[in-house]
């Protein structure tokens, strides 16, 4: 499997398991990203509504990214060869829309600050279905377990003070609490369960622009499902989501911004496995925090206990990150993760040798460059000109912004896009 | 799919757990709803 550590075609200098740290960091910058254009969405929409604002974006441009780099070609003919991860696609998007919508509750019933870190969990459920279902981190030396676990755990305790620093009353009362406690300990899960079809897809050879072509048709199918049980029906949903229309831009704006993100997470997970990128990914917490201290000056009136706080946590993440960055799996670990693939292959009947090409980056369905209909260019332009007609019918909101901050950050977001999109391409094309 | 691939899938695993997970989370969102 990954026992290279150099190129192989000398593409780029850089082993998977560097390309793998890089993505679940570039990751983490574009889903903490995500949440600033959702700022910018005055209150006064259902939670329900924003999440579908944000879905229905997702699902534009997660037919379109794709699309732009693989051709509609590829996606289907890498579809057809593994027809049975097409269930664990739509499993994972239904898995993702129920933890999401339970985080709602979880707010509601328990406010943001406690249910994060309990969310946030999902990394350490992600990293126990790994070792369990995947064989990884099978085969390695303790010091690097500790490396892994102790820096997931990091993640998640950095996780905890900056959500405890940051806190806000939310004027709930306890009578739910216990409640919201299960709800966000029930989106851990959730999200921590969905790495399962995600690794599978990946030990499988199959590549996460296709991956999420189909998983999004779960993630949007049961968010209205969803959306419509708890608002009296479907008609009631589309005279609600009418009414978001001067807010959607800036929602389309975060989905598309949390489908990079999302599909940097993907090419962690198939790189270097959900053990070590989902923790990784997870630290978009900090990118959050970040754009919402610097940008919209929401910590302006924290006291110097909580800013001590904000920093230690921060620097707890950090290390973490670090941590798990430095545990590169050993090639015993590998070849624990070769029987896991061969396993899949055996039980649906693929290709080893081909699979193991696909997962060096080497190879990937019909290595010959395929065809590009003209309509893909329709897509890609059909969804810029959605893009378009939501900016021009939105609506200027009523909230300061730190303008160097912003573009600082946003400079940062682009060059980790740019940089991880360069050596990805150069060393796998995007496999 | 063939029947053959579909009853690998019933009989794997990786299939049943990820299902199990969705359908609790399922149940506990209508209990709070």
């Known amino acids: ?431 | 799919m063939k029947d053959s691939i579909l009853k690998s899938i019933l009989t794997d695993l990786h299939f049943w757990v990820p299902v199990v997970v969705l359908i609790a989370g399922i149940t506990l969102l209508f209990l709070l709803g």
């Open chain 1, 1 to 431: 499997m990954n026992t290279d550590t150099t190129a192989t075609r000398g593409r780029s200098p850089c082993s998977l398991h560097q390309i793998g740290v890089m993505c679940g960091l570039a990751a983490g910058a574009w889903l903490g990203a995500a949440e600033a254009p959702t700022k910018l969405v005055t209150m006064g929409f259902s939670p329900f509504i924003i999440s579908l604002g944000m879905v229905a974006g997702v699902f534009v441009a997660r037919w379109t990214v794709p699309v732009a780099l693989k051709g509609t070609a590829f996606v289907l003919m890498d579809l057809k060869e593994k027809p049975h991860l097409m269930v664990w696609a739509i499993l994972a998007g239904m898995l993702w829309a129920v933890a999401n919508t339970l985080t709602v509750f979880a707010i509601r019933d328990v406010g943001l600050s406690i249910a994060f870190p309990l969310w946030n969990t999902n990394s350490l459920v992600g990293l126990f279905w790994g070792w369990l279902l995947f064989n990884e981190l099978r085969g390695s030396a303790a010091k690097d377990w500790s490396k892994v676990i102790g820096g997931a755990a990091a993640i998640v305790v950095g996780a905890c003070l900056l959500a405890y620093a940051t806190q806000h009353p939310t004027g709930t009362g306890p009578s739910h609490a216990m409640l919201g406690i299960l709800a966000a300990l029930g989106a851990g899960a959730l999200w921590g369960t969905m790495y399962i079809p995600y690794r599978k897809a990946y030990i499988s050879g199959m590549n996460p622009l296709s991956f999420v072509t189909v998983f999004t048709f779960g993630e949007l199918g049961t968010t209205i499902a969803l959306g419509a049980v708890f608002h009296g029906g479907l008609s009631n949903l589309w005279t609600e989501l009418a009414k978001a229309q001067p807010a959607m831009f800036w929602l389309f704006l975060g989905g598309f911004c949390w489908v990079l993100g999302d599909l940097f997470q993907q090419y962690a997970a198939k790189h270097i496995g959900i053990g070590r990128g989902i923790p990784l990914s997870n630290t978009n917490q900090l990118w959050g925090l970040a754009w919402g201290a610097l940008v919209f000056g929401e910590l302006a009136g924290l006291g110097v206990d909580a800013r001590f706080l904000v920093i230690g946590g921060s620097l707890v993440m950090i290390a973490g990150a670090v941590s798990i960055s430095l545990a590169e799996a050993p090639a015993s670990e590998q070849a624990s993760w070769k029987k896991a693939m061969e396993r899949e292959c055996t039980r649906y009947h693929m290709d080893p040798a081909r699979v193991a090409a696909v997962l060096r980056g080497e190879e990937s369905p019909g290595n010959t460059p395929l065809k590009r209909p003209w309509w893909e260019i329709a897509i890609v332009l059909g969804a810029l000109a959605i893009f378009i007609w939501l900016g021009l019918g939105a609506t200027r909101q009523a909230i300061d912004v730190n303008l160097p901050w912003m573009l600082v950050l946003t400079s940062v977001s682009i060059v980790f896009l740019v940089v991880c999109g360069i050596i990805l391409w150069r060393r796998t094309r995007f496999s």
